[in-house]
């Protein structure tokens, strides 16, 4: 196999440099990897420091490293392009293209994409934060109306991590909600839903998965059986169909994936 | 003020092409953005069908649309390049500096940046994610030398959000703990933290920003005051000196800024 060590290099939080260097890297199958990510390289000392550290390593492994840059400052990416390895920066390419179409001049203000600055933007986030987690699992009925989108499943389907992605990533009000054996019996959304329906999606995931999901909790109980998983999604899809509630089925699935999927149905982008 | 419409179209969740797009976009001062992602594009009926649906955009609104892609088909990616507006993809331009570089062809296999092949990895961060869960706001000692980061602070300085970033998008197993009064005035660690001054990491913020924020949840309290808010802050950083925690004061910090500062200094990158 191919060994490259992979540095992601920023100005600010170094996570955008991680996505594109990242995306790119899934592509090549035969490649192994050693990533490092170096963040807040924001100054001309700290640029030539981190390069005189990407060269050793060079040195020391005998090939030429990749490098993933997001780095605004003309003045610090002058000095990492320098360095003994591929360097691959997104403004390099893109922000020229985007200054000839727009017909204007950039600002080159490092740390903006995930940076601090707009309060507003933070509290709503915040407060989505704070409500998906009092109305995880169905914890709390106070202000159902007030979601944005309110999961249900059976058990360990994947509401919980997809409602805290929702909120934490995107800023939206994701509620969560159980199917307890008796709503999934007798096909009925639990009281607090009713009259919500249009807020609901629900999950579904393959019955041997969810039983040895299960089987980590409660390994050998009833609860984690293949029979009764096999019959709590059996009715889950049923008790769907009936309200007329989109689902997905999250067995393959990322929680972006998921997220995605619910966003796209809801119509739920901002 | 200059206006655009901007779509993000990926084949898979498209969150790297709003990742692209949006820190590209931060770098325009003066230009309106009305975004709209289009995930999932991986056919090329789908593909076609969203050519035609930007281009009766760009119609309408009179100007040409900025496209963001990540788009791995060629086929798909040939068909998106036709559409009346900028098309900048990711892919384009890097790839092919990478295969030249590494030696190796790409694999052009669609949605793997933010897919859910890897079992293994999404375990992971679902017990991340629980265990952060079940260790917010010191609501569990249990197992807490088997975090990777304790966050400790006053009540409100942003630990909640933090954890569970670092757990959601980290895989850490990441704890917090509050500071309370008794804490504070003593200069002491919780009991439970004994031992793992190690793990801990601490978050101080501006003490009138502290007291907004605690205005919302208990207004005109002694709680909420600013010089509870002054006297809480003050403890917390000498308490933090006194057993050699390190800190960050998160006031104009966003939760990735916050997340990447804990990550750095107590060496948690991946």
Redesign the interface.
Known sequence: M?Q?TVFFVSD?????AE??G???L??????GVE???L??INSVERARSIVDYINFVATQSGV?P?VFS?T?NDEVREILRSVNG?F?D??D???H??EA????A????A???????NTAR?NA??AA??YS?EH?DGASTRDLGRADVILIAPSRCGK??TS??LA??QGLFAANFPLTEDDLEHLRLPNALQGLESRCFGLIIDAERLMQIRNERRPGSRYASLAQCSYELRQAQQLYARYNIPYVDST??????I???VM?EKQL??
Chains 1, 2 share one sequence.
């Open positions: 191919t490259r600010g939080t170094g996570i955008t996505t594109l990242n995306t790119l899934t592509q090549f199958d035969g490649l990533k490092t990510t963040p807040f030429r990749l997001t605004v591929l691959l997104l403004f390419h893109f922000i293209l985007l179409e727009i017909g204007l950039s600002s080159h203000a740390g903006r994409a995930h940076g601090g600055a933070y986030r915040i934060m704070n987690m995880d919980t991590p805290l992605y934490l990533q393959n699935m990322s929680v972006e994936e997220a995605a999927t796209q982008r901002h």
